[in-house]
């Protein structure tokens, strides 16, 4: 599917994807870029243990709170991105 628009144009499919993205929750996608970066070059118990401590790091933010309270009262949730 050809996603390029006119000169100065956004494409609403690429728009939307990216916006969506900006409004997650900033920890996470971080550690989550982080984590990709690294996959080719790291072991799978390299990897593991990576992934256990971003874990740990991101149950321990508001934003995670945020993400669950949002979810019991079905809203879209407002990240702050700590």
């Known amino acids: 599917m050809n996603r390029v628009g006119p000169a100065g144009q956004r494409d609403p499919f690429v728009d939307d994807w990216a916006t969506r993205l900006a409004s997650g929750p900033p920890v996470a996608l971080s550690m989550s870029k982080r984590l990709l970066d690294q996959s080719t070059a790291v072991s799978l ?35 702050k991105g700590h």
């Open 45 to 79: 118990a390299q990897a593991l243990e990576a992934e256990a401590q971003a874990q740990n790091v991101n149950f321990a933010t508001t934003d995670m709170a945020e993400a669950m309270t949002a979810f019991l009262e079905k809203r879209q949730p407002r990240f």
